[in-house]
Nanobody, 124 residues
Framework: QVQLVESGGGLVQAGGSLRLSCAAS????????MGWFRQAPGKEREFVAT????????AYADSVKGRFTISRDNAKNTVYLQLNSLKPEDTAVYYC?????????????????WGHGTQITVSL
């Protein structure tokens, strides 16, 4: 079955950096658009970033643009999210997701498979 497994979360001070990884299995990775979402306590899950099947195009939420970078390595079936200049408001559980749609999609409903998430906590 399809599995998406995130790693790399943790506790970091404001201004710091983290790199999340999401290893995929059970699917033909290069045929799926990949995305990252996050959910803070008491809030809805929100779009963070997405990358096309071969990595040629990316898109970001305005709140993370210029600070986060999504990338993928199809040879390793892995998608990454580099998070720089972290802020306390970035604290959330971060999820990776896979979509069978080729076009850029920004809502959770358009993603078919999900990981279990990894916690990021940004302290002052």
């Amino acid at each position: 079955q399809v599995q998406l497994v995130e790693s790399g979360g943790g506790l970091v001070q404001a201004g710091g950096s983290l790199r999340l990884s999401c290893a995929a299995s059970g699917l033909t990775f290069s045929t799926f658009r990949m995305g990252w979402f996050r959910q803070a306590p008491g809030k809805e899950r929100e779009f963070v970033a997405t990358i096309s099947r071969y990595g040629s195009t990316t898109a970001y939420a305005d709140s993370v643009k210029g600070r986060f970078t999504i990338s993928r390595d199809n040879a390793k079936n892995t998608v990454y999210l580099q998070l720089n200049s972290l802020k306390p408001e970035d604290t959330a559980v971060y999820y990776c997701a896979a979509s069978g749609l080729a076009r850029a999609v920004f809502t959770a409903l358009n993603y078919d498979y999900w990981g279990h998430g990894t916690q990021i906590t940004v302290s002052l």
